[in-house]
DNA sequence: AGATCGTTCAAGCAAATGCTTGAATACTTG
DNA sequence: CAAGTATTCAAGCATTTGCTTGAACGATCT
């Protein structure tokens, strides 16, 4: 014990989590997994890469341990393992925009101008739905508002948002959430809603930060678990 | 704003903080900087790397903005760009131990068998000091005691421990502390103080964490700064 | 100024990584 | 049981990584 071939094992190890997070497209999938669970296919849309290679993303975030997978009916779907790991994503965030030099370029050149956009955060949004004088949208995909979101939020993803401005109720402030900071779903609608002079803002930070916070969510398990009886054999 | 190139270019940047952690040999670097600044030749020694290697991963952490440089004199030091990365490094370990699996069988070849060892916490720890009946020892390299330490603790690196022993008061239990829960030098120190008959325990964890906790710490700004003034130029 | 010491650079090489394409597998449904 | 769908595997490739060796650089000290 304590030789340095052991200890370079032991350190390569730890390192392994890091190093599997060191892909952009590892670290997207991580992103939408902290939303909730998700088939390959879905996953694979979301980050714009094709299926085979986001299996192959998929089978080396397991193999490290990050993410968990189950079969239900003819799709697999993955799951972060543990709130760790979402915790380890947001700290990887953090040390990046307090620390990587072109980080805000790069983000002002993804999201574009935050400047007018106003936004809330967790615990401004929680007083102002006790008051009930807002609505709140969560604008992330569907699946997502299925598996998990803030209690009492509508679900309208950002690509329908524009089709279904009627069914917004007058005279109430709307605030959009979506994934957190790094999330363009909710400017996106907060521009949308303001464009049709609609009163708009965003969640500071998205779900997973809400959640982590303990703030009350809903999660619709009636709607998701398919016809059968969902399988919970991992399939690691 | 919203394409995909953009996002890919921002998640690339945010894995980066993620990617430059993912090696074993700079997360052994992160875990000494850990502890306070130190040399380049120093680090390499520590890592078991040559000078040449070890140089071109401090490049590269500096690069991702880890960690900072300065001169003083001759050498060159480095330390972790702010407390963010500390946490980090601990976010990783943390989400190692809980999911990655065989790494209680790495910890267990390298650190051997703990169970024989008994361990304190944080705060049984600081509740002894305050009785009085304890003797702190830091057994890590001495600049790392330099550099910062528990309030009160005297410095034996592990190395010379087996030769000092007489320098240890009589009738007083021994705790003695490390780097964090993934170093070999306190379990080394309590064994070898048991093997002489000296009743002796671990910290349970390591510097970084009792100063991360706001518990006391002593910081020797007397004794390192050397001859001259200490330039504050980063060369980064 | 020259010698010395600590650090960085440059080139080279074996191994690993990220993506593609096309085939194979495993389950469900008709 | 056969067809269909979702996922994984396998091979191939251009690129990147981690380490080595030897030389170059930069600041200090005589």
Redesign the interface.
């Known amino acids: ?4 071939a ?23 999938i991580v ?1 939408v997994l902290a939303q909730g669970e998700r088939a390959v296919d879905e996953i694979a849309e979301e980050i ?1 890469q094709s299926v085979a290679n986001t299996s192959q993303h998929l089978q080396h975030l397991l193999r ?3 993410v968990l997978s189950r079969r239900d009916g003819t799709r697999i779907y993955y799951r972060l ?2 709130p ?2 979402a ?2 994503w947001a ?6 925009s ?6 805000n370029e ?2 002002a ?4 101008d935050r400047s007018a956009l106003s936004t809330l955060t967790r615990t401004e949004l929680r007083d102002r739905m006790a008051g009930g004088d807002i609505v709140v949208l969560d604008v992330r995909p569907e699946p997502e508002f299925r598996s998990g979101h803030i209690a009492g939020a509508v679900s309208v993803p950002v690509k329908e948002l524009a089709e279904r401005l009627r069914e917004l109720p007058d005279g109430h402030t709307v605030a959009a959430y979506c994934r957190g900071p ?1 999330c ?1 779903f909710a400017d ?1 609608a907060v521009r949308t809603l303001r464009r049709h002079g609609i009163p708009a803002v965003r969640l500071e930070d998205g779900y997973p930060e809400w959640e982590a916070a303990g703030l009350p969510v809903e999660t619709n398990v009636s709607e998701t678990p398919a016809r059968g009886a969902v399988n919970l054999t991992e399939t690691a």
Chains 1, 2 share one sequence.
């Open positions: 014990m304590g030789d340095r052991a200890k370079d094992a032991l350190f390569d190890a730890l390192a392994s989590v890091a190093k599997v997070l060191g892909s952009g497209r590892r670290a997207e992103d714009g490290s341990g990050l393992s543990g760790g790991v915790q380890l700290a990887v965030r953090l040390v990046a307090d620390h990587v030099a072109k980080l790069l983000a050149a993804y999201l574009g790094y363009v996106d």
